[in-house]
């Protein structure tokens, strides 16, 4: 038997080094994140472990996991309890080691593996740790199974047997960076700016872009678990801002950061101007579609409205779907529908075949940037941008609700506009033109501005971004707008950045 998990246990307590502790809000809608230490201890996540382990033999599917860790101080810990449980569960585990998310990815493929437990908190602040899982390459998993693994755990319905195994592989980075740069190198001898926030990609993206003949100059590579400057996190605007101060420092003509984990990218053009990640997906899609006639995207619904309006994609007879935000919801969309790519604003990119395998890959998302400026010699990564329509965009902000009640909110608010809608009544100033209720609330207006509502599915908070094809001050009236409605309930808290 393993005890049932606790959601709530005292530290320095014989209960919490006997217990296993298990916040049941860190079952998130795709992967799992805790506090660790207040909302999951050790204990837990080997309880985590017997619970994956029980859901794979549940499933039928083979009991055989590819594990990997982020650089934190105690990924390495916590991944050491997780293959516990998974051992104890009945499951083969192959320990990759140091790693980023998508070379988890790849090493089921690689290792002919039907599993994978990447343990990370991706871009999270330190304290933080995760678990990304699945089973069923490329995807990983979503909300029915993140809701039968949580069922599983919180009620100890744990399968101990034998069967279990570990082995550890050596040198599977190389095999990852081989895997990327078995091509022909760029003719165009770029200029990169490589910037990790002393995060898990530092030991692995600067040898991937050299190998394919970029001149890198490495910003933050050197790994600190500490993040001493700031999150390695590709949304964050001090990481941005340091990267755009490096890029004209050096006069280089791009700079690609990555996130924690590696598996999401961040672009600064040599203007030094930092490109929204849904701007740099359409200008990748331009490329794409016109190399592959009839090309089919997914991007995610706190997306810009370019991919459906932009002439070039028009052209290139490419079609769009908006889709929920999330890496989960976006593999799985891309995978069903066969499209060739999907551009989350967030920063996960999906490259199907013949680009990739169908998951998220920030150093996939560098080399597709690098190969774009390959195809276009004469031009810059800044005429590439201001060859886009032009439209104004906030970043992707924040305010505080708590878990617990931040889906009742956004519902509240998703009625609150489909009220309006039905009325005839007007959202900063315009008719309702549309309402995308896929995930949380776009409402879009006549003149083409819109802001999207929505729960962040892995931090107590929602998630709010606005823009307008028309003006600054139309994009600002529609924050306006929005963050009235907002301020209608209490429990919604200050933002972390707004424009």
């Not at 090493?107 to 343990?119: K, S, T, Y």
Request: charge should be negative; proline fraction near 5%.
């Amino acid at each position: 038997m393993f005890p049932k998990p606790k959601p709530a246990l005292k530290p320095n307590t014989y209960e919490y080094e006997s217990e296993p502790l298990v916040k049941p809000t860190g079952f998130r809608e795709y992967d799992a994140r805790w506090l660790l230490g207040s909302e999951i201890n050790l204990m837990g996540v080997e309880a985590l472990g017997l619970g994956l382990g029980t859901l794979i033999h549940e499933l039928g599917v083979t009991p055989e996991i590819v594990t990997g860790h982020d650089f934190r101080a105690y990924s390495a810990s916590v991944k050491t309890a997780l293959v516990c449980g998974l051992m104890a569960s009945g499951c083969k585990v192959h320990d990759i080691g140091l790693a980023l998310t998508p070379m988890a990815y790849f090493a089921q493929f690689e290792l002919d593996v039907p599993c994978v437990a990447m343990v990370t908190a991706s871009h999270n602040d330190n304290g933080w740790t995760g678990v990304k899982m699945g089973t069923d390459r490329p995807l990983t998993f979503g909300p029915d199974e993140m809701t039968r693994l949580r069922e599983i755990v919180l009620a100890a319905r744990f399968r101990i047997r034998g069967g279990g195994g570990y082995a550890f592989v050596e040198n599977f980075p190389a095999r990852y960076i081989a895997d990327l740069t078995n091509r022909p190198k760029l003719k165009r001898r770029l200029k990169v700016v490589c910037a990790c926030g002393n995060g898990t990609a530092g030991a692995f993206a600067p040898q991937v872009l050299q190998a394919v003949g970029c001149e890198v100059v490495p910003l933050d590579c050197d790994l600190d678990h500490s993040f001493p400057k700031y999150n390695p996190n590709t949304e964050d605007m001090k990481m941005l801002h340091a990267m755009s101060d490096e890029v004209l420092r050096v006069n280089a003509d791009v700079a690609l950061g990555f996130d924690g984990d590696g598996d999401r990218c961040g672009v600064v053009d040599d203007t030094g101007e930092e490109i929204f990640a849904d701007k740099v997906g359409v200008m990748l899609a331009r490329d794409i579609s016109a190399q592959h006639s009839n090309s089919t995207f997914v991007a995610d619904v706190k997306s810009t409205g370019l991919f459906m309006t932009d002439p070039v994609l028009r052209a290139n007879n490419a079609r769009t779907e908006y889709w929920k935000t999330g890496h989960s919801y976006m593999k799985r969309r891309v995978n069903e529908i066969g499209a060739i790519a999907g551009f989350e604003k967030s920063g996960h990119f999906f490259f199907n075949k013949p680009l990739g395998r169908g998951y998220d890959d920030g150093l996939i998302f560098a080399l597709a940037v690098c190969d774009m400026l390959d195809r276009n010699p004469a031009k810059r990564m800044s005429d590439l941008k201001n060859a886009l329509p032009k439209t104004w965009s906030s970043p992707t902000m924040a305010p505080h609700c708590a878990d617990e009640i931040k889906y009742r909110v956004v519902d509240e608010v998703v009625k609150h506009f489909e009220r309006a809608k039905q009325a005839g009544e007007k959202v900063a100033g315009e008719p309702i033109r549309d309402l995308v209720t896929v995930n949380g609330v776009r409402v879009t207006v006549a003149d083409g501005t819109w802001g999207l509502v929505r729960a962040s599915s892995n931090k107590p908070e929602l998630v709010v971004v606005v823009e307008s094809p028309a003006s600054e001050a139309r994009m600002r009236d529609m924050f306006k707008a929005v963050d009235a409605v907002l301020r209608t309930h209490p429990e919604v808290g200050e933002y972390n950045q707004t424009i």
